[in-house]
């Protein structure tokens, strides 16, 4: 399964990607493309070292949105990525991208969707909500990547503690290490592995526990 994957910042669930790839815990997949919109990613060098094709896409590079769009699903479509993946992509997929992509383009998103999801709720945003919120428990979520703002068909997640004394900075660590870093390569096995389908909005696999 070749695979793209979309990124706009540090690129640590890139890294875990890549290294689950290595350790053989991701089989029967390839990391062939990576493309940021943010050409200062961290993630862009994370791909280098790797040997995998990076790139910049940003919007900053086009008269306007379509023409970034028609760039973006280009370049996926002439690397002959067949799944992309939403690694910490801080640019919404157009309808164009997803219905080229049916029920092949995935996103780790750092909560229990639906709690602290939709426009807005990206980075420390999230985890400063559910501080704020008082909840107990968070975590990750990978879900396929529909027309809507993280709403598509949930594939895998993931719970984690939160603790009294628990900053933004060190929940987000905590999620992305303990849920972000082991979903998301999880997530990429069952499909590459053929282990998932969409029935009726909802993903039927085998293998829910994480
Ligand atoms: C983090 O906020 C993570 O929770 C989310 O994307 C952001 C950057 O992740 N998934 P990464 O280090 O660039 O993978």
Redesign the pocket.
Known sequence: LKVGVL????????QAILDAIDCGKITNAEVSLVISNNPK?Y?LERAKNHNIEAVCISPKQFENREEFHRALLAKLKESGVELIVL??FLVAIPPMIVEAYPNKIIN???SLIPSFCGVGY???H?HEKALERGVRVTG?TVHFVDTGTDTGPIILQKAVKIKSDDTPEVL?RR??EKA?WKILPKAINLIANDKVKVVDGRVETEEFDT
């Open positions: 990124v706009s910042g540090g690129g640590t669930n890139l990613a993630a690694a910490g780790i998103h750092p990206y980075g420390l999230v990750a987000q999620v992305m972000e």
